[in-house]
T-cell receptor, first 111, second 117 residues
Framework: DQQVKQNSPSLSVQEGRISILNCDYTNSMFDYFLWYKKYPAEGPTFLISISSIKDKNEDGRFTVFLNKSAKHLSLHIVPSQPGDSAVYFCAASMNDYKLSFGAGTTVTVRA | NAGVMQNPRHLVRRRGQEARLRCSPMKGHSHVYWYRQLPEEGLKFMVYLQKENIIDESGMPKERFSAEFPKEGPSILRIQQVVRGDSAAYFC???????????????FGPGTRLLVL
């Protein structure tokens, strides 16, 4: 049972433009959400997180938005850079250690 | 400050052999988590350990899989009598002790890619 879904397996974006990655979840008990970035042959690297008591969290070029009523979150990357080309995983937890991951979205930033 | 270390990075085993995957957490981290990633899927939680204790192994297959985190040395994920379906990337993560109600971020190692022939 896939509780965290990333329905877009890939995204291509022009350098300098905005990348928007989407994530949906089904378990209303999730109250902590994270985004990880992963390069080939490496482990996931933590990017940004958001608690369910917030609807937005910003860190530099990365902003995560949470819509609890829609059980939806998104990651905005502005402006996109070539080094942002990677696989992005959305993850969620019930404020404990057990992370549930989506299948990932492969982002390609075109020069 | 070295990150989470995993070895080997690649492991090839024949069906029926044993696989041992090692994970050294980041300095100062006492919590270790193992995840498995099958092709085209996200990471799936397997087990959560603290030093000398298994806290939650609800994601571990009931047979052939075991994990430990001894007082000294790395955490070990052991798979006995491997089958082709065990072929996957196995990631270890670590985090510092939980402080209050704040959830600590998990930091991942580079993974071990297991191939069962």
């Amino acid at each position: 049972d896939q509780q965290v879904k990333q329905n877009s397996p890939s995204l291509s974006v022009q350098e300098g433009r905005i990348s928007i990655l989407n994530c949906d979840y089904t378990n209303s008990m999730f109250d902590y959400f994270l985004w990880y970035k992963k390069y080939p042959a490496e482990g996931p690297t933590f990017l940004i997180s958001i608690s369910s008591i917030k609807d937005k969290n910003e860190d530099g070029r990365f902003t995560v938005f949470l819509n609890k009523s829609a059980k939806h979150l998104s990651l905005h990357i502005v402006p996109s850079q070539p080094g942002d080309s990677a696989v992005y995983f959305c993850a969620a937890s019930m404020n404990d250690y057990k992370l549930s991951f989506g299948a990932g979205t492969t982002v390609t930033v075109r020069a | 400050n070295a990150g989470v270390m995993q070895n080997p990075r690649h492991l090839v085993r024949r069906r029926g052999q044993e696989a041992r995957l090692r994970c050294s957490p980041m300095k100062g981290h006492s919590h270790v988590y193992w995840y498995r990633q099958l092709p085209e899927e996200g990471l799936k939680f397997m087990v959560y350990l603290q030093k000398e204790n298994i806290i939650d192994e609800s994601g571990m297959p009931k047979e052939r899989f075991s994990a430990e985190f001894p007082k000294e040395g790395p955490s070990i994920l052991r798979i006995q009598q491997v089958v082709r379906g065990d072929s996957a990337a196995y990631f270890c993560a670590s985090s510092p002790p939980v402080s209050g109600n704040h959830q600590e971020t998990q930091y991942f190692g580079p993974g071990t890619r297991l191939l069962v022939l």
